[in-house]
């Protein structure tokens, strides 16, 4: 098995829908590059930041830590048998990340000035850490997939009209390309993975300093830690629901045995993560506040016990061979960590004058929907066009 | 009457030193021109103003009011927050005060406000005297405000208020309500040129009804059992000494009056008040009596010494003043009912002739407990520890005098 | 001693407090983070590393501003004067006495950089209580911690700005401000403004006083070095023990502010957040040094990564093939280990 450009046809009906959910969420996009942030979203002074940063932003990086941990997996410790999931791993990681960064652009005021981080530093903002290990690491991203790029068109340079005497120039840098990434591949693999665990981790600083306006169930000193955790075990099963979705979508046959260890392997990684929450929770005595079952003690709730379970699932052994458990499982695990982001960015966030409660508008979760669908579309688009995911040649 | 004299001399003396040292200079005469109403009398009232300030100097000052140590020194002059609210003894009455002042000094948007003087001296009448608004005036001719405020906003020492700001506290330390109807142009300030009068006519003549002091108050809790609670006011005006400030302090218009506008001012009204605030003020001296000291079944009668104090004040003891026997701080000393109890130095110095006879011989070199146990004099003597067969008084140790 | 007076203040407040908000206080309790910090301490290396101070050390003479609410007589007059100093529509002074817009509580926005706000007096209704709100200019001020560009300085004279050619308007400052004080012009999509109290630093320059402190009719805003203004509160308090509480809100709340409150009411009634003495960006900067400590951390990663990448592949060198790589990875990750 080889990565292959999948041959089918890009329009089918659910693509049709992911079209229109992706106009609908560019024409809200377009009213609030007109009239501003206001005239889209329920942000206000109390709660200056909402879903875009909640959930476009924060669990986008999060669910696109398959990139970091399968190339982890595959180039740094060696396990070449995973190497079938690297590259649609990467490909995620490197949309999603556009994707997060296209959610800044859209959530930022001054969108023209989204470059002054790069000239204007501070060194105490978390914030400055997310955006410069977010930019870097994008850039590494784009060069990580370079070589399927080069892969596709070495030998099959074939420019149109008056350029096709360009041809060969081409073809010779594209093999310089190729060849000098694949000598120094490893330092951004490498450096890939350093800067997904800091910005990972970067990641749950960015609340900390909001203090007492966080509620105690999740305002930790260490929420990095579990940001990281959580990153890290969301990475494997992040991968398993994505590959599952796309043989379902593209009829492909899915590499459940190889699905299945990836299933193996999340379980110490989750138990990490989820050790370290409940540890958190029991050392800083906040359990109280889940005892009082209200609605942000039902939320903590829901984010604890949905990896939970996902635990138990694949704990429970059944997890070798049906992909029905694998899927369900690594269901789990996403929505869970989804719930936690949401939740650290809003649920938990209570100002002490707040006025009211935030609750995402229309608008906001038109953009937010758009883009995950346009993030599907392209998605699909260069997998039908690029050696991306690896399968029998049909 | 010879003595008059010796009290007037040093007083005019005191008096012309006084009037030299705290007589405003021309300059801040200028700023609080006094409006008096037309009739004389009322020039007459603000001539006496100045010579009855002076006459009634009484306080004691020393060193030690204002400084710690007995010798300060100017490097370490260990100085005492100003006791000034308790230098005045000074009193003015109402009417000896100007009816209006008007305050122009400060005008840069507005015209110069009228303050009805006289009705509010009326008032602080029944909340702390002058002092509320004329502080650290300890004595002599009222000062001006500019004496201590400053005039700029930006200065060095900015724990004393500006002028703008001294101004302005004065009131609204009370007329903090603002509306549409009664903002700052409506209530005290006409723009300039303006030539409207904001003060009211009914102003201008106002007086508050004299206000008599309660003899005893009485009232009737919503408990079960000692539902009455008696309080003798004039008690402790009169013989308990209390000055009203003690028990009336932090009080304003609102202890009698509505808050509500548009009720008759005059209808009186009383808030409905929490159990701790209406036992503040006994509470102050009466913190260790039990709940029975006050609440019983029954009115209580007024102060009785032979009650309260278990012992009845005879002869020349019902005449003297509490604080002899008391000492003169709140709250009194008790003391016992023995006579040496008050007099400390009974037995050495006594001169038994007082008693009505003279020891003979044989008696002189006796002790006072020899006849007279366990200290107490009020006790007839006792004969018998020596003598079988005599007794007081039939037998005396001594000649009758 | 006046420390351990608030201490004791705070005792005595928190069982009135809202349930939640005690909550928040005992969460933040120090003994609480630091058995947490405990568990963070050997992945982040927290607390052995001294924590950076602030950029710029603060002036001795760096200006204080007291806000005494027993003497604002609720004129909103500073809103006003605010109002006209920055710019912003502000219209009739007299429409300022309209005091229906006590009715509900008002926080500073983008129209109004300071507001009053009427609290009750149980004392005497008559008397409201009037608290000015605006930017408290913290010491250790968390919005200058968390901007990601900087566009928010604490200057030398103690007052916290904000600079326009920065701003990429993210408002990250606003999830950071403890007293939830930048607001952001919600409505605006070219050049959107945080805005917030500069202290009037334009009319501080031409040696004005702060537009608010000038008008005060009552001098409400006492304005003047902090360490003259600390004691001119502490002497007000001692004198008048009976109209004050003895708290001064931002003597140490969160490191100290600038602006500074005294009261004859808790604070808590006054919608004041009680808050711990602990700086605000505190922990999230100690955080933040100690993930990238001289990049220690990161380049010791890297190095480990590098290690393990060229053990595994070392191990299987004889299966994956591609040996040319393989020794250039070997000789690449010994330079790599031996610099880390």
């Given at each position: 098995?080889?990565?292959?450009?999948?041959k089918?046809?890009?329009?089918?009906?659910?693509?049709?829908?992911l079209?229109?959910?992706a106009?609908n969420?560019?024409?809200?996009?377009?009213?609030?590059f007109y009239?501003?942030?206001?005239?889209?979203?329920?942000l206000?002074?109390?709660?200056?930041?909402?879903?875009?940063?909640?959930?476009?932003v924060a669990?986008?990086?999060?669910?696109?830590a398959?990139?970091?941990t399968?190339?982890?997996?595959?180039?740094?410790?060696?396990r070449?048998?995973?190497?079938?999931?690297v590259?649609?791993?990467?490909?995620t990681a490197?949309?999603?990340?556009?994707?997060?960064a296209?959610?800044v652009?859209?959530?930022?005021?001054?969108?023209?000035?989204?470059?002054?981080?790069l000239?204007?530093?501070?060194?105490?903002?978390?914030?400055?850490?997310?955006?410069?290990?977010v930019?870097?690491?994008m850039?590494v991203?784009?060069i990580?997939?370079?070589?399927?790029?080069?892969?596709?068109f070495?030998?099959?340079?074939?420019?149109?009209?008056v350029?096709?005497?360009?041809?060969k120039?081409?073809e010779?840098?594209?093999?310089?390309l190729?060849?000098?990434?694949?000598?120094?591949?490893?330092?951004?693999?490498?450096?890939?993975?350093?800067?997904?665990?800091?910005?990972?981790?970067s990641?749950?600083?960015?609340m900390v300093?909001a203090?007492?306006?966080?509620?105690?169930?999740?305002?930790?000193?260490?929420?990095?830690?579990?940001?990281?955790?959580?990153?890290i075990?969301?990475?494997?099963?992040?991968?398993i629901?994505?590959s599952l979705?796309?043989?379902?979508?593209?009829?492909?046959?899915?590499?459940?045995?190889?699905?299945?260890?990836?299933g193996?392997?999340?379980?110490?990684?989750?138990?990490?993560?989820?050790?370290f929450?409940l540890?958190?929770?029991?050392?800083r005595?906040?359990?109280?506040?889940?005892?009082?079952f209200d609605?942000?003690?039902?939320m903590?709730?829901?984010?604890?016990?949905?990896p939970l379970?996902a635990?138990a699932v694949?704990?429970s052994?059944?997890?070798?061979?049906?992909?029905?458990?694998?899927?369900?499982?690594?269901s789990?695990?996403i929505?869970?960590?989804?719930?936690?982001?949401f939740?650290n960015?809003?649920t938990?966030y209570?100002?002490?004058y707040?006025?009211?409660?935030?609750?995402p508008?229309?608008?906001?979760?038109?953009?937010?929907?758009?883009?995950?669908?346009?993030?599907?579309?392209?998605?699909?688009l260069?997998?039908?066009y690029?050696?991306v995911i690896s399968?029998?040649k049909? | 009457?010879?003595?008059?004299h010796?009290?007037?001399?040093p007083?005019?003396?005191?008096?012309?030193?006084?009037?030299?040292?705290?007589?405003?200079d021309?300059?801040?005469?200028?700023?609080?021109?006094?409006?008096?109403?037309?009739?004389?009398?009322?020039?007459?009232?603000?001539?006496?103003?100045?010579?009855?300030?002076?006459?009634?100097?009484t306080?004691?000052?020393?060193?030690?009011?204002?400084?710690?140590?007995?010798?300060?020194?100017?490097?370490?002059?260990?100085?005492?927050?100003?006791p000034?609210?308790?230098?005045?003894?000074?009193?003015?009455?109402?009417e000896?005060?100007?009816e209006?002042?008007?305050?122009?000094?400060?005008?840069?948007?507005?015209?110069?406000?009228?303050?009805?003087h006289k009705?509010?001296a009326?008032?602080?009448?029944?909340?702390?005297?002058c002092?509320?608004?004329?502080?650290?005036n300890?004595?002599g001719?009222?000062l001006?405000?500019?004496?201590?405020h400053?005039?700029?906003?930006?200065r060095?020492d900015?724990?004393?208020?500006?002028?703008?700001?001294?101004?302005?506290?004065?009131?609204?330390?009370?007329?903090?309500?603002?509306?549409?109807?009664?903002?700052?142009?409506n209530?005290c300030?006409?723009p300039?040129?303006?030539d409207v009068?904001l003060?009211s006519?009914?102003?201008?003549?106002?007086?508050?009804?004299v206000l008599?002091?309660?003899a005893?108050?009485v009232?009737?809790?919503?408990?079960?059992?000692?539902?009455?609670?008696?309080f003798?006011?004039n008690?402790?005006?009169?013989i308990f000494?209390?000055?009203?400030?003690?028990?009336?302090?932090?009080?304003?218009?609102?202890?009698?009056?509505?808050?509500?506008?548009n009720?008759?001012p005059?209808?009186?009204?009383r808030?409905?008040?929490s159990?701790?605030?209406?036992?503040?003020?006994?509470?102050?001296?009466?913190?260790?009596?039990?709940?029975q000291?006050?609440?019983?079944?029954?009115?209580?009668?007024?102060?009785d010494h032979?009650?309260?104090g278990?012992?009845v004040l005879?002869?020349y003891?019902?005449?003297?003043?509490?604080?002899?026997?008391?000492?003169t701080?709140m709250?009194?000393?008790?003391t016992?009912?023995k006579?040496?109890?008050?007099?400390?130095k009974?037995?050495?110095?006594?001169?038994?002739k007082?008693a009505?006879?003279t020891?003979?011989?044989?008696?002189t070199?006796?002790?006072c407990k020899?006849?007279?146990?366990?200290?107490?004099?009020?006790?007839?003597?006792?004969?018998?520890?020596?003598?079988?067969?005599?007794?007081?008084?039939?037998?005396?140790?001594?000649?009758r005098? | 001693m006046?420390?351990?007076?608030?201490?004791?203040?705070?005792?005595?407040?928190?069982?009135?407090?809202?349930l939640?908000y005690?909550?928040?206080?005992?969460?933040?309790d120090?003994?609480?983070?630091l058995?947490?910090?405990?568990?963070g301490?050997a992945?982040?290396?927290?607390?052995s590393?001294?924590?950076?101070?602030?950029?710029?050390?603060?002036?001795?003479d760096?200006?204080?501003i007291?806000?005494?609410?027993?003497?604002?007589?609720g004129?909103?007059?500073?809103?006003?004067?605010?109002?006209?100093?920055?710019?912003?529509?502000?219209?009739d002074?007299?429409?300022?006495s309209?005091?229906s817009?006590?009715?509900?509580?008002r926080?500073?926005?983008?129209?109004?950089?300071?507001?009053?706000?009427?609290?009750?007096?149980?004392?005497?209704?008559?008397?409201?209580?009037?608290?000015?709100?605006?930017?408290?200019?913290?010491?250790?001020?968390?919005?200058v911690?968390a901007?990601?560009?900087?566009?928010?300085?604490k200057?030398?004279?103690?007052?916290?700005?904000?600079?326009?050619?920065?701003?990429?308007?993210c408002?990250?400052?606003?999830?950071?401000?403890q007293?939830?004080?930048?607001?952001?012009?919600?409505?605006?999509?070219?050049d959107?403004h945080?805005?917030?109290c500069?202290?009037?630093?334009?009319r501080?320059?031409?040696?004005l006083?702060?537009?608010?402190?000038?008008?005060?009719?009552?001098?409400?805003?006492l304005?003047?070095?902090?360490s003259?203004?600390l004691?001119a509160?502490k002497n007000?308090?001692?004198?008048?023990?009976?109209?004050y509480i003895?708290?001064?809100y931002?003597e140490?709340?969160?490191?100290?502010t600038?602006?500074?409150?005294?009261?004859g009411?808790?604070?808590?009634?006054l919608?004041?957040?009680?808050l711990g003495?602990?700086?605000?960006p505190g922990?999230?900067?100690?955080?933040?040094h100690?993930?990238?400590?001289?990049f220690?951390?990161?380049?010791?990663?890297f190095a480990l990564?590098?290690?393990?990448?060229?053990?595994?592949?070392f191990?299987?060198?004889?299966?994956a093939?591609?040996t040319?790589?393989?020794?250039?990875?070997?000789?690449?990750?010994?330079?790599?280990?031996?610099?880390?």
């Amino acid at each position: 098995m080889k990565p292959l450009p999948v041959k089918r046809n890009f329009f089918t009906f659910g693509v049709f829908i992911l079209i229109v959910l992706a106009l609908n969420g560019l024409a809200f996009l377009a009213i609030r590059f007109y009239s501003g942030l206001g005239a889209v979203t329920n942000l206000d002074n109390q709660t200056p930041w909402g879903l875009w940063i909640g959930v476009d932003v924060a669990a986008g990086v999060a669910l696109a830590a398959g990139g970091f941990t399968s190339a982890a997996l595959a180039h740094v410790f060696h396990r070449e048998s995973y190497s079938a999931i690297v590259r649609p791993a990467l490909l995620t990681a490197m949309l999603g990340y556009t994707f997060v960064a296209f959610a800044v652009c859209i959530d930022i005021g001054r969108f023209y000035y989204i470059w002054h981080p790069l000239l204007m530093w501070n060194g105490n903002s978390a914030l400055f850490e997310v955006g410069i290990c977010v930019m870097i690491y994008m850039t590494v991203l784009y060069i990580e997939f370079l070589p399927i790029v080069t892969e596709r068109f070495i030998g099959k340079v074939n420019l149109p009209g008056v350029l096709a005497a360009f041809n060969k120039p081409v073809e010779a840098l594209l093999k310089l390309l190729d060849r000098g990434l694949g000598k120094t591949m490893f330092v951004f693999v490498i450096a890939g993975v350093v800067l997904s665990t800091l910005h990972q981790s970067s990641l749950g600083t960015l609340m900390v300093i909001a203090g007492q306006k966080m509620h105690p169930l999740w305002q930790t000193p260490v929420l990095p830690l579990l940001f990281l955790l959580s990153a890290i075990a969301v990475g494997f099963p992040m991968i398993i629901f994505e590959s599952l979705f796309a043989s379902k979508s593209f009829r492909l046959k899915p590499e459940v045995s190889l699905l299945s260890n990836l299933g193996g392997m999340t379980i110490p990684l989750l138990g990490m993560y989820l050790a370290f929450k409940l540890g958190d929770m029991f050392i800083r005595e906040t359990f109280v506040y889940v005892l009082r079952f209200d609605y942000t003690a039902w939320m903590f709730i829901a984010e604890t016990f949905l990896p939970l379970t996902a635990f138990a699932v694949l704990l429970s052994g059944k997890r070798s061979h049906t992909q029905g458990y694998l899927l369900l499982a690594s269901s789990l695990v996403i929505a869970g960590i989804l719930l936690n982001r949401f939740n650290n960015f809003i649920t938990a966030y209570r100002p002490f004058y707040d006025t009211v409660t935030y609750v995402p508008s229309v608008g906001e979760v038109s953009v937010t929907i758009g883009c995950i669908a346009l993030l599907i579309l392209i998605y699909r688009l260069i997998v039908i066009y690029f050696p991306v995911i690896s399968h029998e040649k049909n | 009457m010879k003595k008059i004299h010796f009290i007037l001399i040093p007083l005019v003396f005191f008096g012309f030193i006084l009037g030299k040292v705290f007589t405003p200079d021309t300059e801040d005469k200028k700023q609080i021109s006094t409006e008096f109403s037309q009739d004389k009398a009322s020039q007459n009232d603000a001539g006496r103003f100045h010579d009855n300030s002076l006459l009634r100097v009484t306080q004691k000052l020393n060193c030690k009011s204002c400084h710690e140590s007995e010798y300060p020194t100017k490097d370490y002059p260990g100085l005492l927050s100003c006791p000034r609210s308790d230098m005045i003894s000074v009193y003015h009455s109402p009417e000896e005060g100007p009816e209006f002042v008007k305050i122009d000094e400060m005008s840069d948007y507005y015209n110069g406000v009228e303050f009805s003087h006289k009705v509010h001296a009326e008032m602080s009448e029944m909340s702390g005297g002058c002092t509320g608004c004329h502080h650290y005036n300890t004595t002599g001719p009222v000062l001006n405000c500019r004496k201590c405020h400053e005039s700029s906003r930006s200065r060095e020492d900015v724990s004393i208020p500006d002028l703008k700001a001294a101004y302005h506290r004065q009131c609204t330390n009370c007329h903090k309500q603002w509306s549409n109807e009664n903002g700052c142009s409506n209530q005290c300030h006409t723009p300039k040129g303006s030539d409207v009068s904001l003060v009211s006519s009914s102003v201008k003549s106002k007086t508050h009804p004299v206000l008599t002091l309660p003899a005893k108050l009485v009232w009737e809790t919503g408990a079960k059992t000692n539902k009455i609670v008696t309080f003798f006011h004039n008690e402790h005006v009169e013989i308990f000494g209390l000055e009203c400030k003690s028990c009336h302090n932090q009080e304003s218009c609102i202890k009698c009056h509505t808050v509500e506008r548009n009720i008759d001012p005059a209808k009186l009204t009383r808030r409905d008040r929490s159990i701790e605030e209406h036992h503040k003020p006994c509470a102050n001296c009466h913190m260790g009596n039990s709940c029975q000291k006050c609440h019983r079944d029954r009115e209580l009668s007024p102060f009785d010494h032979s009650r309260s104090g278990g012992w009845v004040l005879k002869s020349y003891h019902s005449s003297i003043a509490c604080e002899k026997c008391h000492g003169t701080a709140m709250p009194y000393i008790r003391t016992g009912h023995k006579c040496i109890s008050c007099h400390k130095k009974f037995s050495e110095e006594f001169d038994h002739k007082l008693a009505g006879f003279t020891f003979s011989e044989g008696h002189t070199g006796l002790e006072c407990k020899n006849c007279h146990p366990d200290g107490d004099f009020t006790k007839t003597p006792v004969c018998t520890d020596c003598h079988d067969d005599k007794s007081f008084p039939q037998d005396l140790p001594g000649t009758r005098k | 001693m006046h420390k351990q007076k608030v201490c004791t203040y705070k005792v005595l407040l928190h069982p009135r407090r809202s349930l939640i908000y005690f909550d928040y206080m005992k969460n933040l309790d120090r003994r609480n983070f630091l058995k947490t910090a405990a568990v963070g301490a050997a992945s982040l290396a927290l607390g052995s590393r001294p924590v950076k101070a602030a950029d710029k050390t603060l002036s001795e003479d760096r200006i204080g501003i007291l806000i005494d609410t027993t003497v604002c007589a609720g004129c909103r007059h500073c809103e006003w004067a605010c109002r006209t100093a920055h710019g912003l529509p502000a219209g009739d002074l007299e429409s300022y006495s309209d005091n229906s817009v006590f009715k509900y509580y008002r926080r500073p926005d983008n129209s109004s950089l300071t507001v009053v706000n009427e609290f009750e007096n149980e004392k005497n209704p008559m008397l409201p209580v009037y608290v000015k709100s605006q930017c408290m200019h913290c010491e250790k001020p968390a919005c200058v911690s968390a901007c990601i560009v900087g566009a928010l300085t604490k200057n030398e004279d103690g007052s916290v700005t904000w600079n326009d050619d920065k701003c990429i308007g993210c408002r990250y400052c606003m999830v950071a401000c403890q007293f939830q004080v930048p607001t952001y012009e919600w409505h605006k999509s070219i050049d959107p403004h945080i805005m917030k109290c500069d202290l009037c630093s334009e009319r501080r320059s031409k040696g004005l006083l702060p537009a608010c402190v000038e008008i005060c009719p009552n001098e409400a805003l006492l304005f003047g070095k902090r360490s003259d203004i600390l004691k001119a509160a502490k002497n007000k308090i001692k004198r008048k023990p009976g109209t004050y509480i003895d708290h001064i809100y931002g003597e140490h709340e969160i490191g100290g502010t600038t602006v500074m409150y005294i009261s004859g009411k808790k604070f808590d009634d006054l919608k004041m957040p009680q808050l711990g003495t602990a700086t605000a960006p505190g922990i999230s900067e100690a955080i933040q040094h100690g993930i990238f400590a001289y990049f220690v951390p990161p380049v010791t990663l890297f190095a480990l990564l590098g290690t393990v990448m060229w053990i595994t592949k070392f191990g299987k060198s004889g299966t994956a093939g591609c040996t040319k790589e393989n020794e250039k990875l070997q000789t690449e990750n010994k330079n790599e280990t031996s610099s880390g």
